[in-house]
């Protein structure tokens, strides 16, 4: 095992608590909104108890309170859950956050089905829908641990990144993408591998590890599939994906998250307006999910799994022919 | 959330009420002079400016702004330090229009204190003008666009806690409805307030005792009031909202940085100064017609003279 294979064989949530431990030791603007997580109190209070903030179990007044903050200059990092940030906070989110575009930092743990058996109430399945549609909104989806790291110290840089970003992540430690350093650039998709017949396009920690693995099983077939690590949903990295719409077959979309909406959703918007082509979207269907299931259980029954994506590829390129 | 609902007002019987506000003068409503006028006359004056709003093409929040004006103008022309020369002055203090739908007495106050000229008041509601029914954030001296209820607390938490840790020396204020307080979120930041000891935060709450459907205690009761806020951990200073000399007590006896929050509550009524429309949940918002703000200028005007 490598140095960096050891370093990151871990949660996004943990690399993410550490780094902004690290970042905000040399950032004073850095100000840790906390909501009761678990995790923050420990490292991050107790180093820097003049950065950090609990509001309490109370995700409306993190996002008031986070907006109060930024505009007065600071760089608020505000923690609570995907589910609670997109759907209980939407309208702290809209217009307090997105509507002023002031630079809050929104992290939300238990992206897509990482709650495992949590159960619906602490799935987020429909957030980067929801964020994708607030004005001035950045959206990342680090497909790991690593990824994390670069997207977090990105996200301290006001310059680039003068406006609010809503950062997801996981609960627990997923496979590495990346086997070293990288280059990494918000807005600027990440090309895992090259191909010419079929472009899997994905976001999110399983549904990157589970495309990587089709396109390994497509290459036994005989087929060359691109592969592309969308960390950066919003905005859209056009170019990246236009050029994969007229070089290749196809797309097939692959994410945590239901099939409307997300990265599926952006991808058929933009190939939709400047080069139709056949969008397969995988990725969770429409429903409650109300099922017990850990995180790649629940995203196997809804067809997050290298087979299927491997399979929707074939089709892809069958429908070409 | 606000939901308002516009109606036409119809003629309502005139109803006395007695005040301690001192003489206004008739002066125009363009006229941006400010210099002269005494606070009760700026109060006067922002009366008739939100009449005149009211006559804008889509009307006005005309109750919930009659309601807050004596507040609103001992707040801009006595107690707030502001520079309008410099909107973004690191050291001013911040108030935050929690009831955003009261944008015309705010609108009235930002161009006494010259951060807009008085004849743009005009353009209230007109298409492209930037006075929208609720404040955006363009404007200068708005800190947040605000028109849902509930979220003012909060974003007041945050400046008053960025205040504090930047050691800056201005205060944050947020003004809320008294149906606003119905909204959980501000219980949320009532709490954290109290909590953080942030005292350079005050919440005035504008007690008219009016919501859109009627009678607060009958739609939903806020009763025991200042008992919820005390037990919130806030120090209630309750006054007579058309007070100016009681609001001026209560802004002067507001703690520093550590302290105990403060929440005033300002006993108002709804439509003050304005017979036709005082203590008529119909006026809450209202379009004045030629003809209806005719008569509502000189009632308030009557009102005026007999209290000289």
């Known amino acids: 095992m490598t140095d960096w294979q050891e370093r990151y064989a871990t949660a996004t949530r943990d690399v993410y608590r550490a780094t902004l431990l690290d970042i905000a030791k040399s950032d004073t603007r850095v100000f840790c909104v906390d909501t009761d997580m678990g995790g923050l109190e420990d490292g991050f209070e107790a180093e820097l108890p003049d950065q950090y903030v609990n509001v309490g179990i109370a995700e409306a007044n993190l996002m008031g309170v986070s907006a109060g903050l930024a505009a007065e200059g600071l760089l608020p990092f505000a923690n609570t859950i995907a589910s609670f940030a997109a759907t209980r906070a939407c309208e702290q989110v809209k217009v307090d956050i997105a509507g002023n575009a002031l630079p809050v930092r929104i992290v939300g743990t238990h992206g897509g089905f990482s709650a495992g058996h949590y159960g619906p109430t602490h799935h987020a399945v429909e957030d980067v829908a929801i964020m994708r549609s607030l004005p001035n909104l950045t959206v990342l989806v680090p497909a790991d641990a690593a990824e994390t790291e670069y997207a977090v110290r990105a996200l301290a840089d006001t310059e680039q990144l003068p406006g609010p970003v809503y950062l997801r992540l996981g609960r627990k430690a997923t496979p590495l993408v990346h086997r070293g350093p990288y280059t990494f650039r918000i807005g600027q998709a990440d090309l895992l591998r090259p191909g010419r017949d079929v472009t899997l396009v994905a976001s999110g920690p399983v549904p990157v590890a589970e495309s990587v693995a089709a396109a390994e099983l497509l290459a036994g077939r005989g087929i060359a599939a691109r592969v592309l690590n969308l960390h950066t949903v919003k905005p859209l990295d056009a170019e990246a994906v236009l050029s994969a719409a007229r070089e290749t077959a196809g797309l097939v979309t692959v994410e945590d998250h239901l099939v409307t909406g997300g990265l599926g959703g952006a991808v058929a918007e933009l190939t939709a307006a400047h080069h139709p082509c056949r969008v397969h979207r995988i990725g969770v269907p429409d429903g409650f999910h109300d099922q017990v299931g850990t995180e790649t259980e629940l995203l196997a029954r809804a067809g997050v799994t290298a087979p299927a994506i491997a399979g929707a590829a074939e089709e892809v390129m069958r429908e070409r022919n | 959330m606000s939901t308002p609902t516009t109606t036409t007002a119809t003629d309502h019987a005139a109803m006395e009420h007695a005040t301690t506000e001192h003489a206004a003068t ?129 974003l007041g938490v945050g400046t008053a806690l960025a205040l504090r840790r930047t050691g ?33 935060l005050t919440a005035i709450v504008d007690r008219n005792r009016l919501q859109i459907t009627g009678d607060t205690e009958e739609r939903m009761g806020l009763e025991p009031l200042a008992g919820k806020w005390r037990s919130f951990g806030w120090q209630v200073l309750t006054v007579d909202g058309h007070d100016l000399d009681a609001l001026r007590a209560a802004f002067a006896a507001l703690p520093g940085p550590t302290g105990q929050p403060v929440v005033i509550i300002a006993d108002t009524v709804k439509g003050k100064g304005v017979p036709l429309f005082e203590n008529k949940k119909k006026s809450h918002s209202v379009k004045l017609s030629p003809n209806l703000h005719r008569r509502a200028l000189a009632g308030l005007r009557a009102r005026s003279r007999r209290q000289s």
């Open chain 2, 26 to 154: 008739e002066r125009a409503s363009s006229d941006s002079a400010t210099a002269e006028r005494t606070t009760a006359e700026q109060a006067q004056l922002m009366r008739e400016q939100i009449l005149q709003m009211g006559t804008g093409p889509d009307g006005t929040h005309v109750g919930g702004s009659l309601s807050s004006a004596d507040l609103l103008t001992v707040l801009y022309q006595e107690v707030l330090r502001l520079r309008p020369e410099e909107p973004d002055w690191p050291d001013r203090d911040r108030f935050i229009l929690s009831k955003g739908h009261a944008s015309a007495a705010l609108y009235a106050a930002l161009s006494a204190r010259g951060f807009l000229p008085a004849e743009e008041l005009a353009e209230y509601g007109t298409s492209g003008s930037r006075l929208a029914g609720h404040p955006l954030r363009r404007l200068p001296g708005v800190e947040f666009p605000t028109g849902s209820l509930g979220h003012g607390l909060s």
């Open chain 2, 168 to 200: 800056r020396s201005g205060r944050a204020y947020v003004l809320m409805g008294d149906g606003e307080l119905q909204e959980g979120s501000v219980w949320e930041a009532a709490m954290s307030a109290a909590h953080l000891r942030l005292g350079g």
